[in-house]
Every structure is written in structure tokens, then in C-alpha cells.
């Protein structure tokens, strides 16, 4: 009788063994799955980043001033971007900086950028590619970096996309009747001084 107990939990704690055995395998397989999704998305999210131009926020237009000393390396620029808060990846700019080969373009220089720039337009900038302001005025009048090659904006939002074809200029008749004859038609002289 004892030798029948014996042999049944030696049966037992047999099963029990190879149970336990499968089960840490299972649990080794999983989280070795785990990390290969997670490697994946990590690797995808950085091809994705450093192949298609993004900003950190486009909505945050906050201005950060960011200074680039003279014979800095392309880590310390990515480092300084990073550590400012204008870009989310330090890793993405110095692959964006390698792949677009301008590491010995960029200039030394006091920048004010934006966390809603694209990573294009910092590069443009840092570069010299874009027609940029860098003067900072006082605080009630400050100039910024905008890549921009306008001398003047004009803000049309009033008169609202689409206000008339394309080429045509838009006149303003809101301003009361002067300029119409009283048939609501525009009296204004044309080509031929009528």
C-alpha cells in the first residue's frame, strides 16, 4: 500500500513538473512575442517619423528661442531641439540631418522656432534654406522666424475662400452706397474712363 502511494505521487508531482515546465515556456514565449510587437512598432513609428514630415504639435505655436553654437555636432543640435521642446525625436533629426546630407550647412545662430514646425522647415531654417527674420524686439513687438518669402500678409478671411474667380479682384461695396449709381450697379469708370 505504501508503495502504491508512492508511486502515484511520484506520478503526480511528474505531471505537476511537466506542467509547470510547459507553462514557464508559455510565459517565456509570450513575452518574447511581446517584445518583438513592441521592437516592430518602435522600429515602424521611427521609419515613419524620419520618412514623412511631421511636427511634434501642430497646434502649439508656442515660440522657443534655441542657439546653436559654432562647430556643433549634429547629436548636440538634435540634443539641444530635443532638450528645448521644438521636436519629439532627437533620434529622428539626426537621421533626417544624415539622410538630407546638410550637417556642415547648418549655421551657428540664435533660431526662435515652434514646436508646430515641421522637421523640413527646422532643417530650412537652421540651414539658411528659408527666408527667416531673426531679430527679437521687445516684448510688445516681437519678430519671428516664419519661412516665408512674402514682404507683406494680407488677411482675406473676411471676404472668405472662394469670394469670386479666379484673377478677379474683389471690391467691397460694404462700406455704404458710394461707388453704385442707385441701380445697385457699380459706377465706377471702366477700362475706357466711361
Known amino acids: 500500500m505504501n508503495n502504491a502511494r508512492r508511486k502515484k505521487a511520484l506520478k503526480t508531482e511528474n505531471r505537476l513538473r511537466v506542467a509547470l515546465y510547459y507553462s514557464f515556456q508559455l510565459l517565456v514565449d509570450v513575452i518574447i512575442v511581446l517584445i518583438c510587437v ?13 520618412f514623412v514630415d511631421s511636427a511634434k504639435d501642430y497646434r502649439n505655436s508656442d515660440l522657443i528661442v534655441v542657439k546653436i553654437a559654432p ?16 521636436i519629439k525625436n532627437k533620434y529622428v533629426m539626426m537621421a533626417k540631418i ?3 546630407e546638410v550637417g556642415g550647412k547648418i549655421k551657428a545662430g540664435t533660431y526662435t522656432l515652434s514646436p508646430s514646425m515641421k522637421y523640413s522647415e527646422i532643417i530650412g531654417i537652421l540651414t539658411g534654406g528659408a527666408s527667416v527674420n531673426t531679430e527679437i524686439e521687445d516684448a510688445t513687438k516681437k519678430k519671428i522666424n516664419t519661412p516665408t518669402d512674402a514682404e507683406e500678409v494680407v488677411d482675406n478671411s473676411e471676404a472668405g ?3 469670386g474667380d479666379e484673377g478677379d479682384d474683389f471690391v467691397d461695396n460694404s462700406e455704404g452706397t458710394e461707388g453704385t449709381d442707385g441701380s445697385g450697379e457699380n459706377s465706377l469708370p471702366n477700362e475706357a474712363g466711361e
Open 71 to 86: 562647430d556643433s555636432s549634429t547629436s548636440t543640435i538634435a540634443k539641444q531641439l530635443y532638450d528645448s521642446g521644438v
Open 161 to 163: 475662400a472662394g469670394a
Open 38 to 50: 513592441k521592437a516592430f512598432s518602435a522600429s515602424f513609428n521611427f521609419a515613419h517619423d524620419v
Open 98 to 100: 544624415k539622410l538630407s
